[in-house]
C-alpha cells in the first residue's frame, strides 16, 4: 500500500506535525497520529458542553494577548490569577458582563488542549437535572459528582428553594471529599454570594478554595 502511494507520487505535510506524509490528505490535512489525537481532543471538547459563543478557540495566551474587558491591566491580573489557582473550588462573581464565563470556559478548554477532561453546565441545567433524575437513586449526584473539573455558572439564578440549596450543598461536600476542582460562578458582589451559597459551600471554599471578583467595566 505503501508503495502504491509512493508510485503515485502523492504527499502532503501535516499541518500539526509537519511530518511528509505519502498518499492522499484527509479533511484535515493530517497524519494518523495526529488525526487520531485531533479527534479525541474533539471529543473531550463536545463532552465539555461549552456554551456555543466559548466553543473552545480561547487559550489563556489570547485573552491576555487581547483582552476583551477594560481596564486590560485588571483583565489581565485576574486571568493570571485563575490560570495559576490550585484551589478546589474557585468562585468567579461581580457584574454581568465582565467576562466570567471566558475566564471559566477558557481553563476548560486549556485543560482539554492537554488531553484533559472538564465539564460546564448552568446552574438551571444541573437542578433541572435533578428534578428529571428518580429520587431513589443517587445517579445525579454520582454523576455531577464525577467530573474531574466542573464549571457551574449562573448560580444566582436558582437556589432559591432550600431543597435545591441542600442537593447542592451535598454535591459541593461529595466534590469536595473526592478532591475535584469545582468553579462557581455567580452575578453577585461578596455579600450576594455568600448567601446565594450559605454557610457550608463558604466554609468549603475559606479551607480549599478562593474567590475572584470581576469589578472592571462591562462590555454589554
Ligand atoms: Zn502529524
Known amino acids: 500500500m505503501v508503495a502504491r502511494a509512493l508510485s503515485s507520487g502523492e504527499s502532503y505535510k501535516c499541518?500539526?506535525?509537519?511530518?511528509?506524509?505519502?498518499?492522499?490528505?484527509?479533511?484535515?490535512?493530517?497524519?494518523?497520529?495526529?488525526?487520531?489525537t485531533w479527534r479525541a481532543t474533539q471529543r473531550r471538547f463536545e463532552a465539555a458542553h461549552l456554551p456555543r459563543l466559548h466553543s473552545g478557540r480561547s487559550?489563556?495566551?489570547?485573552?491576555l494577548a487581547n483582552p476583551p474587558y477594560t481596564p486590560?491591566?485588571?483583565?489581565?491580573?485576574?486571568?493570571?490569577e485563575f490560570a495559576?489557582?490550585?484551589?478546589?473550588f474557585v468562585a468567579i462573581i461581580g457584574r454581568r458582563g465582565t467576562g466570567k464565563t471566558q475566564i471559566a470556559t477558557t481553563a476548560i478548554s486549556e485543560r482539554i488542549?492537554?488531553?484533559?477532561?472538564?465539564r460546564y453546565t448552568t446552574a438551571i441545567n444541573l437542578m433541572g437535572d435533578f428534578i428529571?433524575?428518580?429520587?431513589?437513586?443517587?445517579?445525579?449526584?454520582?454523576?455531577?459528582?464525577?467530573?474531574?473539573?466542573?464549571?457551574?455558572?449562573?448560580?444566582h439564578q436558582t437556589l432559591r428553594t432550600e431543597a435545591q440549596r441542600t442537593?447542592?450543598?451535598?454535591?459541593?461536600?461529595?466534590?469536595?471529599m473526592a478532591t475535584r476542582v469545582t468553579v462557581l460562578i455567580a452575578n453577585e458582589d461578596l455579600k450576594g454570594f455568600q448567601e446565594l451559597v450559605g454557610p457550608s459551600v463558604c466554609r468549603r471554599i475559606d479551607e480549599a478554595g478562593a474567590?475572584?471578583?470581576?469589578?472592571?467595566?462591562?462590555?454589554?
Open 84 to 88: 495559576a489557582s490550585q484551589h478546589a
Open 113 to 118: 488542549r492537554k488531553g484533559r477532561w472538564g
Open 167 to 176: 442537593q447542592f450543598e451535598s454535591l459541593m461536600d461529595e466534590r469536595y
Open 59 to 63: 487559550s489563556w495566551d489570547t485573552l
Open 132 to 155: 428529571n433524575r428518580p429520587t431513589e437513586d443517587n445517579a445525579w449526584r454520582a454523576e455531577w459528582s464525577s467530573y474531574p473539573y466542573l464549571v457551574i455558572d449562573e448560580l
Open 211 to 220: 474567590i475572584l471578583e470581576c469589578n472592571w467595566t462591562p462590555i454589554r
Open 15 to 36: 499541518k500539526r506535525c509537519n511530518e511528509q506524509v505519502y498518499g492522499a490528505p484527509g479533511d484535515h490535512s493530517l497524519c494518523a497520529d495526529c488525526e487520531d
Open 72 to 80: 486590560m491591566d485588571a483583565y489581565r491580573a485576574a486571568v493570571r
